[in-house]
């Protein structure tokens, strides 16, 4: 089963990813600052991602820090995440007529 926070494919944990609503400035060593607009991917594990903290989340940025952050800030990027789980579990993607090949 698909869950909105993660999934299994091919034996690794995979998380969907959430995109900032706001800016959001860290205050503490373990806070992530997100800038609007920003993807972040949720971290898996059974304290990772949703499941960090009440109205805390904890995710990677596209530079691979990892922090929490308040999950106010932020929505599910769901066109993204099915993208991403298409490819997952179709595991090759072909851009036109077989020229160009994505392998995950």
């Known amino acids: 089963m698909v869950s909105m926070t993660s999934f299994t494919s091919a034996g690794i944990e995979c998380s969907f990813p959430v995109v900032a609503l ?4 860290a205050q503490g060593d373990d806070e992530l600052s997100l800038i609007a607009g920003e993807r972040v991917e ?3 594990g059974e304290r990772g ?3 960090y903290g009440e109205g805390w989340w904890e995710g990677f940025n596209s530079h691979g820090q990892l922090g929490i952050f308040p999950s106010n800030y932020v929505r599910h990027d769901v066109c993204l995440s099915v993208f991403v789980l298409t490819l997952r579990r179709c595991n090759t993607f072909k851009f036109g007529p077989g020229i160009h090949k994505l392998s995950l």
């Open 22 to 25: 706001y800016s959001y400035d």
């Open 42 to 44: 949720l971290s898996a």
């Open 49 to 51: 991602g949703e499941s």
